[in-house]
């Protein structure tokens, strides 16, 4: 059984989360995926996620191509979420290309090429345009 474990906050989930999940599952047997926190966002990217980390899980949880969910509470962690659920493969977007490369010693690592013209940030300013 191979198991793929892959990344990402996944807030106001759109057709290009929805593409990565659905490529990174039919690259193995079981998707994991590792949602960041509202505090890791929050360090991250300044503010805090529009979704709260519980309906963001809740959301991926429930699509068909997820088999389990966890909360991811660090990015330093990354080699220890691959451990413990026995990952085979690491899948990123290709915004994220050759950073996870230091990890190919503990699984494969792929970066799949994003959708394009969408993305969580920009379906935000087309909302605040159209307040
Ligand atoms: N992703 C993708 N295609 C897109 C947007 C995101 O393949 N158009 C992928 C990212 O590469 C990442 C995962 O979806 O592997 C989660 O990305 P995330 O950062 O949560 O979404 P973004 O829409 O990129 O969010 P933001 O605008 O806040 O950076």
Partial sequence: MKTVITFGTFDL???GHLNILTRARQLGDRLVVGVSSDALNIHKK???PVYDQQDRMH???ELK???EVFL???LEFKSDYIRTFNADLLVMGDDWAGRFDSLSCLC???YLPRTPSISTTSVLE???RQK
């Fill in 13 to 15: 989930f759109h057709v």
């Fill in 65 to 67: 191509c997820v088999n």
């Fill in 72 to 74: 991811e509470e660090s």
């Fill in 126 to 128: 087309i909302v605040k």
């Fill in 108 to 110: 494969e690592v792929m």
């Fill in 46 to 48: 300044g503010r805090a």
């Fill in 59 to 61: 959301i991926l949880e």
